[in-house]
């Protein structure tokens, strides 16, 4: 049955889909089109022409209409009732969580030496390619078109399969990946197992140097990879390896930088500056004033940076933060409540602070609208002031302002003509998004991820409707199943399928003996 809209026949995405495409661009129409360009333009009766990878025109559906009516190969999409935003862009998370998501659920303290024996020590090549393609297909079906990943929960740069396993995956489905690419911490040494094909166990022990010299090769290797899907960042673990590696460090133990932080940092950024590529990493409280010791061309801070979680910081650190123009990545969750990143204050002194997933850990999850959500929830209370964070402001915190974190503001995070077509079309036609009034704060305040239709990345539709486009859903979820279940059973951790003692009427989980015994790895 044909659609038509002011007069013009329209197909729907379905069919512009099935016809495996055949045209030469699309134009669609009558959509809410939120830009998130220069001037913050919604368009509510809006279009969009894309051709090949590009962003062509912008406007109301009228002008757009009476422009290119006519022309051949551009098919008129009805986009009625649906809302068009800036692909999503999720500056944080770590590769191998999507398979492992709630493994350590009932023991929630042991949760990264858990992890840190399945990554390092229990995996393969399989395990990195699986995980990536379901990694790659949530963030789609999110509407996320660009995602940071760390190689596991504290960094793996001993093996380069595993990082080109995982951007294959990525690209594959054609979405956009960066790969945070650097060494663990200490103790040196490093020692990983990784399990062949074959069933051999190989075991890897890397010094410090080592892995600096894969740290360059690897980025110099994947960086713009795949038509530029695949970028790599230098990314060290975190920030200072010498303090708290997860939490902040008090003002009177976090006193003096060490020799090991500065040769870090020098290397670090030497890295960056010979593979011409940007920085990332993870800082808590206390690290970002000792870096500061550092001479200014060698800290791992300034607008070439991004830094993730900042919890636990003090209003000094946020002022150096703010002044040095790093970019800031948070996650919200209850921890927060105790040991928060001053998201607001950041904000108010100028620092361009962004929301990252963390993803997908016990509490964490791909979808940036639940994130955004959390966000203005934990700061909200904490500040006892329900008018922080306004819906446009969370929206540009998942699109140009996470775009500009990366220095990809030039072609990514907002829909203007002359920038990648990475589009994400929401269905409101749905109970709790109808009535269509307010539909951008709507959409934020009480829509999730789930509503997403369709994701367009580089003007191809990767995702629609729960099926991914250019790879086999049924591959993708059986790759990951089969992955998931041989690698939990290969680190002899399916006990912890189980659930906690102390689960159903109860209000708090308890064990009451010890499931995970540390096998000493670190």
């Given at each position: 049955?044909?659609?038509?809209?002011?007069?013009?026949?329209?197909?729907?995405?379905?069919?512009?889909?099935n016809d495996n495409g055949q045209y030469e661009g699309y134009l669609f129409t009558g959509a809410t089109v939120v830009t998130v360009?220069?001037?913050?333009?919604?368009?509510e009766d809006g279009a969009?022409?894309?051709?090949e990878d590009k962003i062509i025109e912008v406007g109301s559906t009228d002008d757009l209409l009476k422009k290119y009516e006519h022309e051949e190969g551009i098919a008129k999409i009805d986009s009625r009732r649906k809302m068009i935003l800036p692909g999503f862009i999720d500056v944080h998370a770590h590769a191998g969580h999507t398979l492992l998501t709630m493994l350590g659920e009932a023991t929630p303290t042991n949760w990264m030496p858990m992890m840190t024996e399945i990554y390092h020590h229990n995996t393969d090549d399989e395990f990195w390619y699986n995980e990536g393609r379901l990694a790659a297909f949530t963030r789609l079906s999110y509407g996320v078109t660009t995602g940071l990943s760390v190689i596991s929960n504290c960094q793996r740069v001993d093996r380069f399969e595993i990082l080109k396993a995982h951007s294959d995956a990525y690209a594959k489905l054609g979405a956009r990946e960066i790969l945070a690419v650097g060494p663990s911490g200490p103790p040196y040494p490093r020692v990983n197992h990784h399990y062949l094909t074959n069933g051999e166990v190989l075991e890897t022990s890397k010094e410090l140097d080592e892995l600096f010299v894969n740290t360059e090769d690897f980025i110099s290797k994947l960086n713009h990879g795949h038509g530029d899907l695949i970028r790599a960042f230098a990314a060290p673990f975190v920030l200072l390896f010498s303090f708290n590696q997860s939490s902040m460090t008090a003002a009177d133990v976090a006193v003096e930088l060490t020799d090991l932080d500065r040769y870090v940092m020098k290397s670090i950024r030497e890295i960056a500056r010979n593979c011409n590529t940007r920085i990332h990493t993870e800082a808590f409280g206390g690290m970002i004033r000792l870096a500061m010791q550092a001479p200014e061309s060698e800290r791992l801070l300034g607008e070439d940076v991004h830094l993730q979680h900042c919890t636990g910081i003090?209003?000094?650190?946020?002022?150096?933060?703010a002044d040095t123009k790093t970019h800031v990545s948070s996650t919200a969750s209850s921890r927060q409540f105790s040991n928060r990143c001053p998201v607001p204050e950041l904000m108010t002194m100028g620092a361009n602070v962004v929301i990252a997933s963390d993803g997908t850990a016990p509490s964490s999850t791909f979808d940036l609208i639940r994130q955004t959500q959390n966000m203005a929830l934990v700061h909200r209370g904490f500040l006892n002031d329900n008018f922080y964070f306004p819906a446009g402001k969370l929206l540009e915190m998942i699109t140009i302002d996470a775009a500009k974190a990366l220095g990809w503001e030039?072609?990514?995070g907002s829909i203007e003509a002359g920038k990648k077509a990475d589009l994400v079309f929401v269905d409101l036609d749905k109970p709790h998004l109808t009535p269509n009034l307010m539909p951008l704060r709507k959409f934020m305040g009480m829509g999730t991820g789930e509503d997403v239709e369709a994701t367009m990345v580089n003007g191809k539709f990767v995702y629609h409707k729960g099926d991914t486009i250019l790879e086999d859903r049924r591959s993708i979820l059986d790759g990951a199943e089969k992955s998931a279940r041989e690698t939990i059973k290969r680190a002899d951790m399916e006990k912890f399928y189980a659930t906690s003692d102390k689960f159903w009427g109860t209000i708090r989980r308890e064990l009451t003996s010890k499931r995970f015994e540390d096998k000493g790895w670190k």
């Amino acid at each position: 049955m044909d659609i038509v809209y002011n007069g013009v026949r329209n197909l729907n995405i379905k069919n512009v889909i099935n016809d495996n495409g055949q045209y030469e661009g699309y134009l669609f129409t009558g959509a809410t089109v939120v830009t998130v360009d220069e001037g913050r333009n919604i368009f509510e009766d809006g279009a969009i022409l894309v051709k090949e990878d590009k962003i062509i025109e912008v406007g109301s559906t009228d002008d757009l209409l009476k422009k290119y009516e006519h022309e051949e190969g551009i098919a008129k999409i009805d986009s009625r009732r649906k809302m068009i935003l800036p692909g999503f862009i999720d500056v944080h998370a770590h590769a191998g969580h999507t398979l492992l998501t709630m493994l350590g659920e009932a023991t929630p303290t042991n949760w990264m030496p858990m992890m840190t024996e399945i990554y390092h020590h229990n995996t393969d090549d399989e395990f990195w390619y699986n995980e990536g393609r379901l990694a790659a297909f949530t963030r789609l079906s999110y509407g996320v078109t660009t995602g940071l990943s760390v190689i596991s929960n504290c960094q793996r740069v001993d093996r380069f399969e595993i990082l080109k396993a995982h951007s294959d995956a990525y690209a594959k489905l054609g979405a956009r990946e960066i790969l945070a690419v650097g060494p663990s911490g200490p103790p040196y040494p490093r020692v990983n197992h990784h399990y062949l094909t074959n069933g051999e166990v190989l075991e890897t022990s890397k010094e410090l140097d080592e892995l600096f010299v894969n740290t360059e090769d690897f980025i110099s290797k994947l960086n713009h990879g795949h038509g530029d899907l695949i970028r790599a960042f230098a990314a060290p673990f975190v920030l200072l390896f010498s303090f708290n590696q997860s939490s902040m460090t008090a003002a009177d133990v976090a006193v003096e930088l060490t020799d090991l932080d500065r040769y870090v940092m020098k290397s670090i950024r030497e890295i960056a500056r010979n593979c011409n590529t940007r920085i990332h990493t993870e800082a808590f409280g206390g690290m970002i004033r000792l870096a500061m010791q550092a001479p200014e061309s060698e800290r791992l801070l300034g607008e070439d940076v991004h830094l993730q979680h900042c919890t636990g910081i003090s209003l000094d650190e946020a002022k150096i933060l703010a002044d040095t123009k790093t970019h800031v990545s948070s996650t919200a969750s209850s921890r927060q409540f105790s040991n928060r990143c001053p998201v607001p204050e950041l904000m108010t002194m100028g620092a361009n602070v962004v929301i990252a997933s963390d993803g997908t850990a016990p509490s964490s999850t791909f979808d940036l609208i639940r994130q955004t959500q959390n966000m203005a929830l934990v700061h909200r209370g904490f500040l006892n002031d329900n008018f922080y964070f306004p819906a446009g402001k969370l929206l540009e915190m998942i699109t140009i302002d996470a775009a500009k974190a990366l220095g990809w503001e030039d072609e990514i995070g907002s829909i203007e003509a002359g920038k990648k077509a990475d589009l994400v079309f929401v269905d409101l036609d749905k109970p709790h998004l109808t009535p269509n009034l307010m539909p951008l704060r709507k959409f934020m305040g009480m829509g999730t991820g789930e509503d997403v239709e369709a994701t367009m990345v580089n003007g191809k539709f990767v995702y629609h409707k729960g099926d991914t486009i250019l790879e086999d859903r049924r591959s993708i979820l059986d790759g990951a199943e089969k992955s998931a279940r041989e690698t939990i059973k290969r680190a002899d951790m399916e006990k912890f399928y189980a659930t906690s003692d102390k689960f159903w009427g109860t209000i708090r989980r308890e064990l009451t003996s010890k499931r995970f015994e540390d096998k000493g790895w670190k």
